[in-house]
């Protein structure tokens, strides 16, 4: 069973902040975000695991809380790059491997 | 850049025909994992290799298969083509068996006529 993301799409103003929650139903080992530009392949942002270590670009900041099986991705001082859709992957503690399970996204616009 | 190359591009072909998909990944990793994307099913994982070995198998048809060669490059045959197989599919490297960063290829665009 995939992760629900919230919400489905946002348009922002450059300058402006956005949340981005990806909800699981799931135990989870860790939660992975990527962000897809239109005709373009996913980019790995970041890695949440499992008793607070993260792995990922310096400017971007997210949280995962275990016990609610929940993450967010938090986008501060919005810019034009920014847009595209954002994905949560999710690695289930009981799926006896690292194989992701991503929810249907989250499509971000930045406009001026 | 990712580092990860797919061949073809873009793939057109008939119902009931079969296809290869090819992936090389980036240096030094050793892990290739297929997915499958379309509008309506979104980013689905098929299947995981590690250093030639099946890793992680997830919604992958039994007419879909894999292999990763001594080279590490990995091909995905999609055969008995039906329409509903028209998707983007994407190859992403990994350097571990674990849970690593995944780096995707630029995907193979697949339509089925």
């Known amino acids: 069973q995939q992760p629900v993301q919230s919400p489905q799409a946002v348009i922002l103003r450059e300058g402006e902040d956005a949340v981005i929650n990806c909800s699981s139903s799931?135990?989870?080992?860790?939660v992975h975000w990527y962000r897809q530009k239109h005709g373009e392949a996913p980019v790995f942002l970041m890695i949440?695991?499992?008793?607070?270590e993260q792995k990922g670009h310096e400017k971007i900041s997210a949280s995962f809380n275990e016990k609610k099986q929940q993450s967010s991705l938090y986008l501060t001082a919005s810019q034009l790059s920014y847009s595209g859709t954002y994905f949560c992957?999710?690695?289930?503690?009981?799926?006896?491997?690292?194989?992701?399970?991503f929810g249907k996204g989250t499509k971000l616009s930045v406009i001026p | 850049d990712s580092g990860v190359t797919q061949t073809p591009k873009h793939l057109i072909t008939a119902t009931g025909q079969r296809v290869t998909l090819r992936c090389s990944p980036r240096?030094?990793?050793?892990?290739v994992y297929w997915y499958q994307q379309s509008l309506d099913q979104g980013l689905q994982f098929l299947i995981q290799?590690?250093?030639?070995?099946?890793?992680a198998k997830g919604n992958i048809l039994e007419r879909f298969s894999a292999q990763q060669f001594p080279d590490l490059h990995s091909e995905l045959n999609l055969s008995s083509l039906e329409l509903g197989d028209s998707a983007l599919y994407f190859c992403?490297?990994?350097?571990?068996?674990?849970?690593?960063?995944?780096?995707f290829g630029p995907g193979t665009r697949l339509t089925v006529l």
């Open positions: 992403a490297s990994g350097r571990t068996s674990g849970d690593n960063e995944q780096f």
């Open positions: 290799y590690y250093n030639g070995e099946e890793r």
């Open positions: 799931k135990a989870l080992y860790s």
């Open positions: 949440l695991l499992k008793g607070g």
């Open positions: 240096s030094g990793d050793l892990s």
């Open positions: 992957g999710t690695v289930d503690t009981g799926a006896g491997s690292y194989q992701l399970t």
